[in-house]
């Protein structure tokens, strides 16, 4: 089943922080997060694993809620480089053969 | 460390025309996906190889999509006779097997069935 992901799109000033949400209604064994910029292939992020985690490189990072089966990506101060489609990719087992189930995207604009 | 390169990067055909898309994995990644962006929806997986074999092609829209991963290394995917329904970017992507580091994607094949 397709993760919930919200908003839909944000539009903000460079230095300001987003937050983007992805909830699933199945258990979770991981979740993936990539950035896409038109017309270019999607990037990898990062990935959390199942028991919970927070990660994080630069000024974005990531939490898993395990028994919300949510996640979230935060971007902290945010640079006129982050705007693109922000999608979260989940799997339900470890090597599941269906590959990742994406959400519909989170449109960011940073404005300078 | 080369990419994962797709190619064309566009192509437009008519109804009923035959197209084939091909993509090249990384080397030594395993797992090879192909999956399907129509414009304004998410991207939907379409089928997995391990190597040479397929794992799970429970994505594929119908019986006019027809993908191969020849000897485990190259992949292609062809759709055969084109509808309209079609047209949108394809994506592969490949992993390692343990797929710790995510995917990595090519930049897609954007296809217009006119």
């Known amino acids: 089943q397709q993760p919930v992901q919200s908003p839909q799109a944000v539009i903000l000033r460079e230095g300001e922080d987003a937050v983007i949400n992805c909830s699933s209604s199945?258990?979770?064994?991981?979740v993936h997060w990539y950035r896409q910029k038109h017309g270019e292939a999607p990037i990898f992020l990062m990935i959390?694993?199942?028991?919970?985690e927070q990660k994080g490189h630069d000024k974005i990072s990531a939490s898993f809620n395990e028994k919300k089966q949510q996640s979230s990506l935060y971007l902290t101060a945010s640079q006129l480089s982050y705007s693109g489609t922000y999608f979260c990719?989940?799997?339900?087992?470890?090597?599941?053969?269906?590959?990742?189930?994406f959400g519909k995207g989170t449109h960011l604009i940073i404005q300078p | 460390e080369a990419g994962v390169t797709q190619f064309p990067s566009h192509s437009v055909i008519e109804k009923g025309q035959t197209v084939t898309l091909r993509c090249d994995p990384i080397?030594?990644?395993?797992?090879l996906y192909w999956y399907r962006r129509v414009m304004g929806k998410e991207i939907k997986f379409l089928l997995h190889?391990?190597?040479?074999?397929?794992?799970?092609e429970s994505g594929m829209p119908n019986n006019r999509f027809l993908a191969e991963r020849t000897g485990g290394t190259y992949s292609t995917l062809k759709v055969q006779p084109a509808e309209l329904e079609d047209s949108g970017v394809y994506f592969c992507?490949?992993?390692?097997?343990?797929?710790?580091?995510?995917?990595?994607f090519g930049s897609g094949t954007r296809l217009t069935v006119v």
């Open positions: 959390l694993l199942k028991g919970g």
């Open positions: 080397s030594g990644h395993d797992n």
């Open positions: 190889f391990v190597k040479e074999s397929k794992q799970d």
């Open positions: 992507a490949s992993s390692r097997l343990d797929r710790d580091d995510g995917y990595t």
């Open positions: 990719g989940t799997e339900n087992r470890r090597g599941g053969a269906d590959g990742l189930t």
């Open positions: 199945k258990a979770l064994y991981s």
